[in-house]
């Protein structure tokens, strides 16, 4: 099985997920429930708050693109950098998952 059940009902598949399986409040429900840094923290830190005090430290005409930097975290988790580096299967999983995210959004496509 290579799929998640999302809060929208939808079934992401890691191996073959589309731009319909992305939502947005998809994103926003999962990333308020992930907490930064392995919950290595004296408090609760959301991914979700984090992205939203990224946006609000760019200028709006790119505040929507730092609101969303992490939102393939959603479906894939906020995986320590040092962890991420041993796991390249993990890494090519959430590359592809932050493509689907970019073009659904009409967000710039990274360079690979």
Excluded: W
């Excluded at 099985?1 to 809060?7: E, K």
């Excluded at 906020?78 to 998952?97: G, Q, S, W």
């Amino acid at each position: 099985m290579s799929f998640i059940q999302t809060l929208s009902g939808k079934q992401f598949d890691y191996l073959s997920a589309t731009i319909d399986d992305i939502d947005i409040e998809d994103i926003a429900v999962a990333l308020s429930n992930i907490c930064r840094f392995s919950g290595h923290l004296p408090e609760f830190y959301s991914v979700a708050q984090h992205s939203v005090l990224c946006s609000q430290l760019v200028s709006p005409e790119f505040a929507f693109e730092a609101l969303m930097h992490d939102a393939a975290e959603a479906y894939c988790q906020d995986i320590p950098a040092p962890l991420k580096a041993l796991l390249p299967d993990y890494r090519e999983i959430e590359k592809r998952t932050d493509q689907l995210i970019r073009f659904k959004f009409g967000l710039p496509l990274e360079e690979a």
